[in-house]
């Protein structure tokens, strides 16, 4: 086949492109080292700030409680850490874990600037240095759809999840159809511009348009994750199916 | 974009009652549907016993099943009327989580005072209070005026001495009727005994007068 749009067997999607497999990571990496200065800034600007109602809401539906062990995987520049730390309180534990240098390096410094103190690991989602069953939470806010093999990252994240633990996918998703057309402007037309704008840098916005297209859409996420060994899945539809919430328990 | 805020909500309250909490964490992870036609909304109970709105493709394990005119009467906090809601599924989940929701208690003026302060929250607080007694005691006043105004002048409500007087009567009009038709099937029987007593038993011919 020379079909250019299926990726082989060892080609997977990098945007709208496809590139071999062991390509993909640094691909992604070289577009996160790039913008992990501006990356809050651009959230604010790229979501109207909505992108802190939504990971809030992932927070609360969480259902952590004090002392909890939550694990943040590709959390960045730690929001979500931030919100869980709080939550969890100086008895429970947060792990915030990314597999960019540039981007964890902001997180913590964030972090430490504001008081907490919490274990930052540079690590692989597909190969978590942690034990099985050690984990209350696992979440994963905008970064599953960045990971070469999705299926290999969901079930690590199952497998450091106790029993009766949470695994959260907070993640762009599929638009509400009658809204398709607008939200295909404002990502192809406006993002790239905006990231030229505000982070001199229209290339890196432009893949991150593109990824969120290729991602799959909620039920294809749902049977994903129930295939990884999750039970119960169920999703939230945010601002219209821009972004989705999956939770998944491990019984 | 109406399930994070009434999410936010529901733990809102939960926080405020306290006791519903521990109500709740047995039943963690599960989610009931409640159906008041024609509107439907599903809650799930979180894992620290709190509340969310559940997601789209929440499978209920128990459903709660309310028609409107007993949902009204719930609100006005009429205990006879819980035992008219139908429930389905786990009805143990369904029970614990509709006693929860029931017995909700927002403390409008603990959340009043971190906006405006204690006494100016504590001081509308009580006049909301006093106005709505008092918008209850005047509507009562206007609702028994009106029924004896009805009953006196202009006679459109029957009184209750009345209505029990035609009901005994009735009933005693029920039972001289059903006497009367006893009686009357004894006489019959005894007239068609008396006519087989009196024809001849070789002949089958009727006699003529």
């Known amino acids: 086949m020379t079909d250019s749009n299926k990726p082989s067997t060892d080609q997977t999607h990098f945007g709208f492109k496809s590139v071999a497999e062991s390509e993909k990571a640094g691909k992604v990496g070289e577009v996160f080292h790039s913008v992990a200065k501006k990356y809050d800034l651009m959230n604010d600007v790229m979501s109207a700030g909505l992108h802190r109602t939504w990971k809030r809401f992932a927070v609360e539906v969480s259902g952590v409680r004090k002392g909890d062990r939550v694990l943040d995987v590709a959390g960045g520049s730690g929001d979500l850490s931030k919100l869980f730390a709080k939550k969890v309180g100086p008895e429970g534990e947060v792990v915030l874990t990314d597999i960019n240098a540039s981007m964890l390096g902001v997180g913590r410094d964030r972090m430490a600037d504001e008081g907490f103190s919490i274990p930052t690991l540079q690590c692989d989602a597909e190969k978590l240095p942690f034990p099985d069953q050690h984990f209350d939470c696992v979440i994963v806010a905008f970064g599953l759809r960045n990971m070469t093999h999705k299926d290999k990252a969901l079930a690590e994240m199952q497998r450091v999840l106790k029993i009766g633990g949470r695994l959260l996918v907070l993640e762009f998703s599929q638009v509400w159809k009658p809204l398709a057309p607008l939200y295909d402007v404002y990502s192809f037309k406006l993002l790239p511009l905006m990231g030229k704008l505000f982070a001199k840098d229209a290339d890196s916005y432009q893949y991150l348009a593109e990824s969120i297209r290729m991602h799959p859409d909620q039920e294809t996420l749902k049977q994903m994750m129930i295939d990884a060994g999750l039970a119960k899945v169920d999703y939230y539809n945010l601002s219209a199916g821009v972004v989705a919430l999956h939770k998944g328990w491990k019984i | ?209």
């Open chain 2, 1 to 209: 974009m109406l399930k994070p805020i009434l999410t936010r909500l529901l733990n809102h309250l939960i926080t405020q009652n306290s006791w519903a909490r521990a109500e709740l964490i047995p039943f963690a992870g599960k989610s009931v549907r409640f159906n008041m036609p024609p509107i439907s909304a599903s809650l799930t109970i979180l894992e620290d016993g709190g509340l969310a709105m559940a997601g789209d493709a929440s499978q209920p394990d128990a459903t709660v099943t309310i028609s409107l005119p007993i949902a009204l009467r719930l609100l006005a906090k009429d205990e006879a009327a819980a035992k008219q809601a139908r429930l389905e599924g786990d009805t143990e989940l369904a029970m614990a989580l509709s006693k929860v929701m029931q017995n909700l208690e927002w403390e409008y003026e603990e959340d009043l005072s971190r906006v405006i302060g204690d006494i100016p929250a504590n001081k509308i607080a009580t006049f909301g209070r006093e106005t709505v007694a008092g918008i209850k005691k005047q509507s009562l006043n206007a609702a028994e005026m009106l029924a004896e105004y009805w009953q006196e002048e202009q006679p459109m409500i029957a009184k209750k001495r009345h209505v029990e007087k035609f009901i005994s009567d009735v009933d005693t009009l029920r039972d001289d009727a059903e006497r009367l038709g006893k009686r009357f099937d004894k006489l019959m029987e005894k007239l068609e005994k008396q006519a087989v007593g009196n024809t001849p038993p070789n002949s089958t011919e009727t006699p003529s007068s």
